[in-house]
């Protein structure tokens, strides 16, 4: 329910522009990268890259000025300008672990998650075991498992996140991602541990049961989950998010009504498009559909992302198994092209079609999938399993 990862990486980039800030103090070209950084921290890529490019005029020897205009360029969406840009800040600074992350977030964002991985390692085998580089050895971590799991590769996330607790075991994102990255590879049983873990550790966070037990859900587990939603329940909601988790729970459990009450109990300012779309996915299964398409198109109307909207309403589609429905709305999220989701919105689109009993579509979409992402046990299964039904 949460983006925990989306806020993870955005207070970590907030550190390292400040440690670059520290590293630039002074030299040649320093007020010029001050200044882009400002700009940059404002949203005003073009006017941060000009002022990074003024700072290389003043000092062209400074990796620190090219890694942050390549972050620019790639926040502004040119690629291949980021490339060139690191690539010569590389040349300037080998040793540099700054740089090398900066071009493993390039090709993250790119979704070639093989050579983010590349990056990251990179950036690990050269950064230092100081205590001040804690954090920027965190971000990086995390980083690299996320870009594995997404290239199909969710042993080595395991084995990340492992590392991550080992340097922090009171944490409970650690053990959450790495109990999402065991559920991910098959392993349930651990991935239940970890979970186990994390209400040991957050046993008021509202937002990692409803995860947890999504998490399980979706593998086919849903009865081990059940507790945390549970649990979740007797909980009091101490702020609107707290309250539509509890609508959403409810929702979950089947108790449509009294999901409804919860949820319309968020005043109408303070509700994010998953507040819109449980309340509309209630109101569609007490039969009130024009309620539910009311809150639908508010869903749509206030995301920034509306891949991520259809891909939630899709997800519980597939829940009330309306797998045409759930198809439709994988397909228009695919269709937005926003650059979110599209990986998890891809293996919705085809998991329809094989619910749907189109088994010849299903296997090149499953197949598609696996040549963009990478294979694992799950897709292996399922293109298996579909190469036996073709005629």
């Known amino acids: 329910m949460k983006e925990r990862w989306k806020k993870i990486r955005a207070g970590l980039l907030a ?21 882009g950084l400002s700009l940059y921290g404002d949203g005003k890529y073009e006017e941060a890259i000009a002022s990074f490019d003024k700072a290389i005029q003043k000092d062209g020897e400074r990796a620190e000025y090219y890694t942050n205009k390549g972050m620019a360029q790639l926040a502004h969406g040119d690629y291949d300008g980021a490339r060139v840009s690191l690539t010569h800040g590389i040349s300037l600074a080998p040793e540099d672990p700054g740089v090398y992350r900066a071009m493993g977030i390039v090709y993250y964002q790119e979704e070639n998650y093989e ?10 085998n050269v950064l230092g075991t100081e205590k001040k580089q804690e954090e920027l050895r965190t971000d990086i971590c995390l980083y690299k498992a996320e870009a594995e ?50 209400k040991d550790l957050a046993p008021a966070d509202m937002d990692y049961y409803v995860d947890m037990y999504l998490t399980l859900e979706e593998n086919g587990r849903a009865e081990d989950g059940i507790p945390y939603l549970e649990t979740a329940l007797g909980l009091k909601a101490k ?37 819109w779309i449980y309340l509309g996915l ?59 989701l599209i990986q998890e919105l891809s293996y919705v689109e085809a998991a329809c079609y094989e619910y749907l009993g189109d088994f ?24 298996a399993f579909l190469e036996t039904r073709q005629q």
């Not at 050579?115 to 690990?124: I, R, S």
């Open 15 to 35: 550190c390292l522009c400040v440690l670059l800030l520290a590293s630039c103090a002074g030299g040649k070209g320093s007020d010029e990268n001050k200044k």
């Open 115 to 124: 050579e983010a991985v590349h990056y990251f390692e990179a950036a690990l």
């Open 149 to 198: 799991s997404r290239n199909g590769n969710h042993e080595a996330a395991v084995e990340d996140y492992g590392t991550l607790i080992s340097g922090d075991e009171k944490n409970p994102e650690y053990y959450f991602l790495r109990g999402k990255a065991y559920a991910a590879s098959g392993d349930l049983d651990n991935a239940k541990s970890d979970f186990d873990k994390v």
């Open 239 to 275: 702020s609107s998010e707290e309250q539509r988790n509890r609508g959403a729970i409810q929702y979950l459990l089947g108790n449509y009504e009294e999901a409804r009450t919860e949820l319309e109990q968020v005043k109408e300012e303070e509700r994010d498009g998953n507040t």
């Open 282 to 340: 209630a109101c569609e299964a007490l039969g009130d559909g024009e309620a539910a398409n009311h809150a639908f198109e508010q869903a749509l109307a206030g995301a920034s992302s509306k891949s991520s909207v259809y891909y939630q309403m899709a997800l519980c589609q597939m829940r009330l198994e309306n797998y045409q429905q759930a198809l439709s709305d994988a397909q228009s999220g695919i269709s937005e092209n926003d650059g979110s």
């Open 360 to 383: 010849q579509t299903a296997l090149q979409k499953f197949t598609a999938y696996r040549d963009t992402y990478g294979s694992n046990e799950k897709i292996d299964h399922e293109i």
